[in-house]
Each structure stands twice: as structure tokens, then as C-alpha cells.
């Protein structure tokens, strides 16, 4: 065997070894805290709904490149010919989301969906499109609507470089699977900051009971903005001095809190495999909202916020006649709305517990959120048992 191909087979083993690692890092109930009333499903991840796969690409390159893609994917077939039912919901438009409006009056999402950073939403659309066009039994695609959201991590990457390549893309949508998420700073959320502390990719479930339909919720976010940190109910935020407008409340600056204090955006994608409609999915995407609040975000002048939610089930196939549909009815849906805030608030703290301190463009360094003493705070308010 020549070295060539010895090279090739070690890197081949060590790939999987390296994702395994990153879907191992820290999360909010390693630290004994269970927030909210549902159980979550056996991941805590937005996978538990069956089908449902996410991918991701993290470019770290010197001392500047600090950002990546993730994709998430409603189902492994081939998603432009079997659509599934879809809605979007912007809590505050300052962002450049793509393929939007398609969704809001169609009702379906026909592409994986892409997160990357702001500058780079061209380049995502761009190499969706092609890689959808390029799937077999697609020679006759005339219209991709390319579903793509983004934040900005400019503080931490060189934005303006615009270093995701369409590869980058397509590696994020081919390398999407089922099983446990890689979170924290990973893909898109490799150069993200939020709530004051590295913020980053994280996803979180929730199982409703038999007697509401058994149902799954799962939630994946790109948590990217400011706010005055709340975990568990907890104001973490406040007792470890890093909060929005902090030097104008307390009369002094904090030289670790970087960024303007109304800064990012956040990027939420709820899925579930509850028969709902685009209608429904759009109020469930709605109430993904109060689980941002429920984290400390108030939806700042600078913080775009936007839902994607779609349902695994009930999907299109092109049909040309009409098709009945098994919907649930408006009077069983306060399970999943509460199912749908407690997994996005979830995700927010798995995406902060999960994240690493990160040190990119201009040698600015955005700190992770400081477990040991998160876990005092916690202990302190009741959260954790004295013994945890």
C-alpha cells in the first residue's frame, strides 16, 4: 500500500472519532438542572424526530476564520420531490434570511436548510440550489427555493472575507445524520456569542405524554445575541455581571462584555412529527419566541430573530388532486406550544454550556459561560441539589 493511501485510511478513522467527540461536550442537565415539565426524548436533540438529520461544516483557519455552515434536513429522501409541510415566523426582521417568503405562502420547504453567517447567505443559496439541481431525477428542476438563515459573527470571524465555500455547503448537507448533535462552537455557531458568553449551535426535545399523542418537538438553535441571562428562571446573568446596558444600570463598564449591547440574532428550527398544518407550524414557530424570552432575550433593535418549523409528516409529493390530510385540531395544541418553548429554551443553554472560549479576528476573544460557578448559582437559587 503506497503512504498515500495509508494517509487516507487514517484520516477516514479519525473523522468519525473527531464528530463523536464534539456530540460529547457539556450540557445544561450534565449539571443536574431539568428545566421545564416535559421529559425530553432519548437525545435531547432536534433528531428525535425521526428522520430528521444535521450536518455541519467549522472552518478554523489562522488567527481570523472563526465560522462554518450547519444544515439541518427534514428527512433523508429526496426532499424536493416529498416536501413537507412548513412555516416561518420573524420576531424581528434584522436579518437576510433567504427563501422565506416561498415557505410563508406555500406552505412547504423543498431544500435542507442552511445556517452560515451574514455575509455568506449568497454563497449558501447558491450551492443548495446546484446541489439540489445535481440530484438524480432532477434534470427537469426549473425553481430551487433555498431555505437559508444566518447571524453575524463578525466579532469573532473575518465576515468580510467570506470564507464559506459552496463545498463547505454541501459538505454540511451530505454529512447530515440522525443520532446526537455536535453543539456549542461548531458549524454556524463556530464564531456566534450570546447573552454576554460564547454562545454557539444547540438543540434540545421534548416527548408529550401518551394522552396528548406521544408527539415530539425538537428545537436546533444558532444562538447568536444579547440579552440579560436567565437560566432555569435564574438572573446568571446579573449575579455574574454580564447583562445588556450594565454600565449604565450599575454606573460602570465591564471590560469582558464585548459588543454593542443590542447586538446578534438568533436562528431557530423546529421540527415535529405532530400531523399540523402550515398554519399551525406558524403558531407553534411563534411561541418558539417566548422560549427565547424565557432565556433573557428581548428581541433587541439589532437582533434578527427567526423561526423555521416544519412537520415530518403529511408531506407532498406532487400530487395533482386533492388529498385529505390527518390534522390535528386547534383545541389539542397547547401541548406543543409548550413543548416548543421549553426545547428552544433548552436548545439556548445547551448551545451556552456546550460552547468553548474562542479567540478569533483581531485577537478579540469571546469567553464560555463559566460552569463551576453557573453551577453555584444554581445550587444557590434551588436548581441543584445541595449534594450535586
Not at 431525477?137 to 466579532?155: I, L, M, R
Request: hydrophobic content about 40%.
Amino acid at each position: 500500500m503506497s503512504i498515500r493511501c495509508v494517509v487516507l485510511s487514517l484520516l477516514l478513522c479519525i473523522v468519525p472519532m473527531t464528530a463523536a467527540a464534539q456530540s460529547e461536550s457539556t450540557r445544561l442537565r450534565a449539571l443536574g438542572v431539568e428545566p421545564g415539565l416535559f421529559e425530553p426524548g432519548p437525545l435531547n436533540a432536534i433528531t428525535d424526530v425521526a428522520g430528521v438529520q444535521v450536518g455541519h461544516r467549522t472552518l478554523r483557519e489562522g488567527d481570523a476564520v472563526r465560522t462554518g455552515v450547519t444544515a439541518i434536513r427534514p428527512h433523508g429522501g429526496d426532499l424536493f420531490r416529498e416536501k413537507v409541510p412548513a412555516a416561518v415566523h420573524v420576531g424581528n426582521g434584522f436579518g437576510k434570511a433567504a427563501g422565506f417568503l416561498q415557505v410563508r405562502e406555500l406552505g412547504t420547504i423543498e431544500t435542507p436548510i442552511v445556517l452560515t453567517n451574514t455575509l455568506d447567505v449568497g454563497t449558501a443559496v447558491d450551492a443548495t440550489v446546484a446541489w439540489t439541481l445535481d440530484r438524480p431525477g432532477h434534470e427537469d428542476v426549473g425553481s430551487v427555493n433555498a431555505v437559508v438563515g444566518e447571524t453575524n459573527d463578525g466579532y469573532l470571524n473575518d465576515i468580510r472575507g467570506q470564507h464559506v465555500t459552496g463545498e463547505d455547503v454541501i459538505g454540511a448537507i451530505e454529512s447530515a445524520s440522525g443520532g446526537p448533535v455536535a453543539e456549542g462552537s461548531v458549524g454556524a455557531g463556530t464564531g456566534t456569542s450570546a447573552l454576554g458568553w460564547k454562545g454557539g449551535i444547540g438543540t434540545s426535545s421534548r416527548l408529550l405524554p401518551d394522552e396528548y399523542g406521544g408527539y415530539t418537538v425538537g428545537a436546533l438553535v444558532q444562538a447568536n445575541y444579547g440579552g440579560v441571562l436567565r437560566i432555569d428562571g435564574v438572573p446568571v446573568g446579573e449575579r455574574l455581571g454580564r447583562y445588556d446596558f450594565r454600565s449604565v444600570v450599575e454606573g460602570e463598564g465591564d471590560s469582558e462584555t464585548q459588543g454593542p449591547d443590542d447586538a446578534g440574532s438568533c436562528m431557530i428550527v423546529l421540527a415535529t412529527d405532530a400531523p399540523v398544518s402550515p398554519r399551525t407550524l406558524e403558531r407553534m414557530a411563534k411561541r418558539a419566541m417566548l422560549g427565547l424570552a424565557r432565556t433573557g432575550s428581548y428581541a433587541s433593535n439589532g437582533s434578527g430573530d427567526f423561526v423555521v418549523a416544519f412537520s415530518t409528516q403529511n408531506r407532498r409529493a406532487g400530487e395533482d388532486v386533492p388529498r385529505p390530510d390527518s390534522l390535528l385540531p386547534n383545541d389539542q395544541m397547547s401541548p406543543l406550544f409548550l413543548a416548543t418553548v421549553e426545547a428552544t429554551e433548552e436548545a439556548v443553554y445547551n448551545a451556552l454550556t456546550a460552547a468553548t472560549t474562542v479567540t478569533g479576528r483581531d485577537g478579540h476573544t469571546q469567553a464560555a459561560l463559566p460552569l463551576d460557578r453557573l453551577r453555584s448559582l444554581l445550587r444557590d437559587a434551588g436548581r441543584l441539589d445541595a449534594n450535586e
